[in-house]
């Protein structure tokens, strides 16, 4: 059996399912190269607030009940000089609004669920998951695959979070690494994956545009949420101008 034909059995759109068993290992398949991408993020992540002066515990605390790197990362850059309250409430809004629409995407698809598992998913809901529920699930998302994908991420989340918060004070310069990059180029592939989709590539090209002029005009993280509207704004326009042409029964 081919990983797309599995992943037809998934979704449904064949008679026979996969069984759990065969979920859960089409999962960690996807999930893999992810968490390799992203626990050096959390361990540079880790480094940094030990530098700061975190202890381990509140590192520690930070990623498991936050469990959001850039938020985490902005929290950081505000930390020993805190700005006004309502400046890192909404630069917290800026970076995180996301979520929100991530929750409306996939609730849809989350209906067969319990609403314990639909609230314990969208708490364990960060930008990769999204994408692979997204990419991978088709109308009826499983909540075992799900499962399998979220919960070895937060895991590698909070693993990652240690071995940075022990041993990062050994990685002067992670960008001597390349390890900044890492997960930005796992971003980069992810997306690439949606290239298929129709208006896919307006879509992105207006949000990575709106993205990079808020970066340097604004300033981060707020290029964040400017990137996500660009996008939502260029999608809805085009999805309002094709639902608006006529077919070929109205009228004639």
Known sequence: M??????????????????SRQLVWLALRDIAPVMLAAMPFGAVFAALAAKKG????????MSGFIYAGASQFAALEMWGAPPPFWLIVFSVLAVNF??????AALGRK??????????????LMVDPVFALAELRGGARLSGVYYAAIAIPLYLGWLIATALGALFGRFIEDPKVFGLDFVLTAYFIYLVAQFRERPNAVPIILASAALAIAAYF??????HIAAGAFGGIAVAAGLAGRRANIPTLGDGA
């Open 217 to 222: 005009t604004i300033g981060s993280p707020w």
């Open 98 to 103: 996301r979520h929100v629409l991530y929750s």
């Open 2 to 19: 081919t990983y797309n034909a599995a992943m037809r059995e998934a979704t449904g759109t064949v008679e026979t399912p996969l069984t």
């Open 54 to 61: 975190l202890p381990f515990d509140q590192i520690m605390l």
């Open 110 to 123: 989350m209906h067969h669920w319990t609403a314990i598992g639909r609230y314990g998913g969208f708490a």
